[in-house]
C-alpha cells in the first residue's frame, strides 16, 4: 500500500515553455502532498505543501507564479513549472500522506526535468 | 532551506559490517523518517518513529528517536551490496506537517 505515483518520469522541453507534472497517490486519499526539488548529489529541499482545495503553501524563495500548483482532488497534485529556463532543470519529487497529519510520507518516483 | 546535519556524508564499508548514521538538529521534531534513495528515483521509507526514545527494528535496520526530540539514528546490521544508496533522516517541525530532510549519507558496501 501506499503508492505514490509521479508523470512523466523523464522530460526534455525548451527553454520558454511550460510543464506539468502530475503526482497520483494510488491507493489512498491524500489531504496534502509536498512538493520536493533534488540537485545532483544534494538532499531534498521542499518547495511547496499542496493542499487539496485549497491555495498551496510555498516556502521561503520559492516563486509560486512560477511552479503553480494545483491539488484537485485527494488523489492528484500537479506542478506547473511555467517558462522554464535551463536553471529549472533538475529532479522534482512529490509525496503524499495517508494519515491527516501527514506522519509517513511516500514519495513518487521523481520526474527529471531537462531545459534546453 | 532547513536542512538537519546529518554524519558521517559517506562510507564504504565491507559487506557484512555493520553501519551506523545519525542526523541532530537543534530544533525539536515531532516524528523522524528514514529513507533510502536510489540514484534517479524517489527516496523509499525504510522507518518511521514518533516517540523520544523509540527504538524501532524493520529486519537489519534498526533505528531510535533521541530523548531530547533533536536527534535520531540509524543502524544497518550485516550490510550487503544492496543496502548501497543515499540514505536520508527526515525530521517533521513540531506543529507543522512539513519534513525538513538531513544531508544523506552516501552507503558503498565492498564484497
Known amino acids: 500500500g501506499a503508492v505514490v505515483s509521479q508523470h512523466p518520469s523523464r522530460v526534455i522541453c525548451k527553454s520558454g515553455t511550460s510543464v506539468k507534472i502530475e503526482c497520483r497517490s494510488l491507493d489512498f486519499q491524500a489531504t496534502t502532498m509536498f512538493w520536493y526539488r533534488q540537485f545532483p548529489k544534494k538532499s531534498l529541499m521542499l518547495m511547496a505543501t499542496?493542499?487539496?482545495?485549497?491555495?498551496?503553501?510555498?516556502e521561503q524563495g520559492v516563486e509560486k507564479d512560477k511552479f503553480l500548483i494545483n491539488h484537485a482532488s485527494l488523489t492528484l497534485s500537479t506542478l506547473t513549472v511555467t517558462s522554464a529556463h535551463p536553471e529549472d532543470s533538475s529532479f522534482y519529487i512529490c509525496s503524499a500522506s495517508p494519515t491527516q497529519g501527514g506522519d509517513e510520507q511516500y514519495f513518487g518516483p521523481g520526474t527529471r526535468l531537462t531545459v534546453t | 532551506g532547513q536542512q538537519l546535519n546529518q554524519s558521517p556524508q559517506s562510507m564504504f564499508i565491507q559487506e557484512g559490517e555493520d553501519v551506523s548514521m545519525n542526523c541532530t538538529s537543534s530544533?525539536?521534531?515531532?516524528?523522524w523518517l528514514w529513507y533510502k534513495q536510489d540514484p534517479g528515483e524517489g527516496p523509499v521509507l525504510l522507518i518511521a518513529l514518533y516517540k523520544a526514545g523509540e527504538l524501532t527494528s524493520n529486519g537489519r535496520l534498526t533505528a531510535q528517536f533521541g530523548i531530547t526530540r533533536k536527534d535520531s539514528f540509524l543502524n544497518i546490521s550485516a550490510s550487503i551490496p544492496s543496502d548501497v544508496g543515499i540514505y536520508f533522516c527526515?525530521?517533521?517541525?513540531?506543529?507543522?506537517?512539513?519534513?525538513?530532510f538531513g544531508t544523506g549519507t552516501r552507503l558503498k558496501v565492498l564484497a
Open positions: 499542496s493542499n487539496e482545495g485549497s491555495k498551496a503553501t510555498y
Open positions: 530544533s525539536i521534531f515531532n516524528t
Open positions: 527526515a525530521g517533521q517541525l513540531t506543529g507543522t506537517y512539513k519534513y525538513i
